[in-house]
């Protein structure tokens, strides 16, 4: 039990967290993923490389820092982290490795004339807090996902049944499940967590589902990443027929119900959950405005797809930006998406419910555009690629 004594003392560390909060996460991480191999595969080695992750973390302690009297106030925060865990499979016995190596790491950090015992076992007690949330949180999502009608826990065997090229950058994955069962349904927006072997080394990773549920197969659409290890390797290496681990999906980026119009807004391979997102809403009868931005039409996928929809769909539009169009691109705007262009596309009633995703600039100008046109910012959902950061710097 957290005492009041050691909230003050983990609320009197904020200002150290604030100056120095991210040379102590990644020496958090050289601790944990150096000594631990076993929690190695539930990171992703190029958001270390990025520093993205420590950013995140140190992010995320500061927040939990400041609102240890009112866990509350973290608001979403707590959610995106409860399902990127879960989609990774954390379990309840990562949590002690990760919390021995941040006390550690506060020790040797700060030293021991700032981290004192006191210190220590107040963050001790602090951790322990948040780590008893996120287990019961987590385990609520894995038993409701065992219980589903074809649902599961922990890792099922799937096999790759097609492999679509979409872009001159993304292809697209169908996975049917081995054994031949029922597959569980899924909110649009959500992600499923992949687990490989790789040169005899476990990873993990989240895709979004790119495309509705139907009971037999799932599909995640993957962008080649530039030095990417697993985007690259499912490119070139993984063929239809073979077998790959899969976690049940989960995130809580997905489409509310609702009668307002819908916006969707995407660059990039942020298009994957709003593919999902338009399919489900496409009979709503509720006005669909759909915004996306590429670098030119070589690397746009699923324009054709779009299209066919808004022939048929009498309520639906569809704008599209090239940054960098090549001779004979036919979009509907040239270079990025500026405010003004964004007003032009959104509906006139600015009471809307707004869905953006694609690269984190893009999200912030984005985000900062809709707060000025007037759109309440309840309304405007948003989720992260990578580690959550501050889509405000």
Same mark, same amino acid.
């Given at each position: 039990?957290?005492?009041?004594?050691?909230?003050?003392?983990?609320?009197?560390?904020?200002?150290?967290?604030?100056?120095?909060?991210?040379?102590?996460?990644?020496?958090?991480?050289?601790?944990?993923?150096?000594?631990?191999?076993?929690?190695?595969?539930?990171?992703?080695?190029?958001?270390?490389?990025?520093?993205?992750?420590?950013?995140?973390?140190?992010?995320?302690?500061?927040?939990?820092?400041?609102?240890?009297?009112?866990?509350?106030?973290?608001?979403?925060?707590?959610?995106?982290?409860?399902?990127?865990?879960?989609?990774?499979?954390?379990?309840?016995?990562?949590?002690?490795?990760?919390?021995?190596?941040?006390?550690?790491?506060?020790?040797?950090?700060?030293?021991?004339?700032?981290?004192?015992?006191?210190?220590? =076992?107040?963050?001790?007690?602090?951790?322990?807090?948040?780590?008893?949330?996120?287990?019961?949180?987590?385990?609520?999502?894995?038993?409701?996902?065992?219980?589903?009608?074809?649902?599961?826990?922990?890792?099922?065997?799937?096999?790759?049944?097609?492999?679509?090229?979409?872009?001159?950058?993304?292809?697209?994955?169908?996975?049917?499940?081995?054994?031949?069962?029922?597959?569980?349904?899924?909110?649009?927006?959500?992600?499923?967590?992949?687990?490989?072997?790789?040169?005899?080394?476990?990873?993990?990773?989240?895709?979004?589902?790119?495309?509705?549920?139907?009971?037999? =197969?799932?599909?995640?659409?993957?962008?080649?990443?530039?030095?990417?290890?697993?985007?690259?390797?499912?490119?070139? =290496?993984?063929?239809?027929?073979?077998?790959?681990?899969?976690?049940?999906?989960?995130?809580?980026?997905?489409?509310?119900?609702?009668?307002?119009?819908?916006?969707?807004?995407?660059?990039?391979?942020?298009?994957?959950?709003?593919?999902?997102?338009?399919?489900?809403?496409?009979?709503?009868?509720?006005?669909?405005?759909?915004?996306?931005?590429?670098?030119?039409?070589?690397?746009?996928?699923?324009?054709?797809?779009?299209?066919?929809?808004?022939?048929?769909?009498?309520?639906?539009?569809?704008?599209?930006?090239?940054?960098?169009?090549?001779?004979?691109?036919?979009?509907?705007? =040239?270079?990025?998406?500026?405010?003004?262009?964004?007003?032009?596309?959104?509906?006139?009633?600015?009471?809307?419910?707004?869905?953006?995703?694609?690269?984190?600039?893009?999200?912030?100008?984005?985000?900062?555009?809709?707060?000025?046109?007037?759109?309440?910012?309840?309304?405007?959902?948003?989720?992260?690629?990578?580690?959550?950061?501050?889509?405000?710097?």
């Amino acid at each position: 039990m957290l005492t009041s004594q050691q909230r003050a003392i983990v609320k009197s560390t904020v200002p150290l967290l604030e100056t120095g909060g991210e040379a102590l996460t990644r020496h958090f991480y050289k601790i944990m993923l150096g000594e631990y191999s076993e929690v190695r595969p539930l990171f992703n080695q190029a958001h270390q490389a990025s520093g993205d992750q420590p950013r995140a973390l140190a992010n995320g302690v500061l927040m939990y820092a400041r609102h240890i009297d009112q866990l509350e106030a973290l608001g979403p925060l707590v959610g995106k982290i409860i399902n990127k865990h879960v989609a990774l499979q954390v379990l309840p016995e990562h949590y002690p490795i990760v919390g021995a190596c941040l006390l550690r790491a506060i020790r040797e950090v700060l030293g021991a004339e700032v981290a004192t015992d006191e210190v220590i =076992e107040a963050w001790a007690a602090a951790y322990q807090q948040l780590a008893d949330l996120l287990i019961g949180a987590e385990e609520e999502i894995y038993a409701a996902s065992a219980s589903a009608k074809g649902g599961w826990r922990g890792a099922r065997w799937f096999r790759l049944v097609r492999k679509d090229v979409e872009s001159a950058e993304i292809t697209s994955f169908y996975f049917a499940p081995e054994d031949g069962g029922e597959l569980m349904d899924f909110t649009p927006g959500q992600y499923i967590g992949l687990r490989l072997n790789l040169d005899g080394e476990e990873v993990r990773r989240n895709y979004s589902l790119s495309a509705l549920g139907n009971g037999r =197969e799932y599909r995640i659409s993957v962008k080649r990443e530039q030095g990417g290890r697993v985007s690259n390797y499912l490119h070139d =290496e993984f063929h239809v027929g073979d077998r790959i681990e899969l976690f049940a999906p989960a995130g809580d980026f997905v489409l509310r119900p609702g009668s307002k119009p819908l916006v969707l807004i995407t660059a990039g391979v942020g298009i994957t959950p709003a593919l999902a997102m338009l399919e489900a809403a496409q009979d709503s009868g509720r006005p669909i405005h759909f915004i996306h931005c590429a670098r030119n039409g070589a690397v746009h996928a699923f324009r054709d797809w779009i299209d066919e929809k808004v022939a048929a769909i009498p309520h639906l539009s569809r704008f599209f930006c090239y940054s960098e169009p090549h001779a004979g691109d036919q979009p509907d705007a =040239e270079g990025l998406l500026s405010r003004e262009q964004l007003a032009q596309w959104l509906p006139t009633e600015r009471d809307l419910d707004a869905y953006f995703l694609g690269p984190k600039g893009f999200m912030s100008q984005v985000k900062k555009h809709l707060r000025e046109l007037g759109v309440p910012e309840r309304q405007c959902h948003y989720e992260f690629f990578g580690p959550a950061g501050a889509l405000e710097a």
